[in-house]
């Protein structure tokens, strides 16, 4: 079975996808918007909270308490797989702005093993409520069976992490 294939039965359905902005052969953008019941850096430290909201079915190691995030420029979104013995640098960190937006270079999941290239730009805006997170996640480079097949799949993980991100965050006490 081919990796493309093999990305299908693996992420099965998702919620409602946001958008696919645009799509190519050799190329893919995917933005996401979530309303957070929080404050800016709340919103912020919510996001950065991986391992809290990650789905674990889209983790190397089966358990999204094996993620991290390092909120620093260089920092890793890193994943220890401690049955394998090792791990997976899904991210860096490459500009952060607490409270209002950080920047992650990387290709996630099996875009890793392709020669591409990302950059997952998330940006946090005051709004009445709370807040509106934004990501917006751009993949350039040679994929396999190309990039516009994958930017569907691609945007409904995203979606479901969002909503994931949307549930942890009104599961938790307002303080």
Known sequence: MNRFA???????????????VSASPNGLEIRQTVDLTLQP????????????????????????????????????????????????????????????RIVLTGSLGPLLYEATTGVMDVQIKSTATGTQLTLNYKVAGFAKGGADKLAPIVDRVLGTQMSRL??????????
Do not use: Q
């Open 41 to 100: 850096n709340g919103a912020y430290r919510a996001f950065t909270s991986v391992s809290s909201w990650w789905d674990p079915a889209h983790t190397y190691s089966g358990d999204a308490n094996n993620l991290s995030l390092n909120p620093v420029p260089g920092g890793c979104f890193c994943e220890r797989n401690p049955k394998a013995g090792g791990g997976v640098e899904h991210m860096r960190v490459a500009y952060v702005e607490p409270g209002k």
């Open 6 to 20: 093999a990305l299908i039965l693996l992420l099965g359905p998702a919620p409602a996808a946001a958008e696919v």
């Open 166 to 175: 949307r549930a942890y965050v009104a599961s938790r006490p307002k303080t």
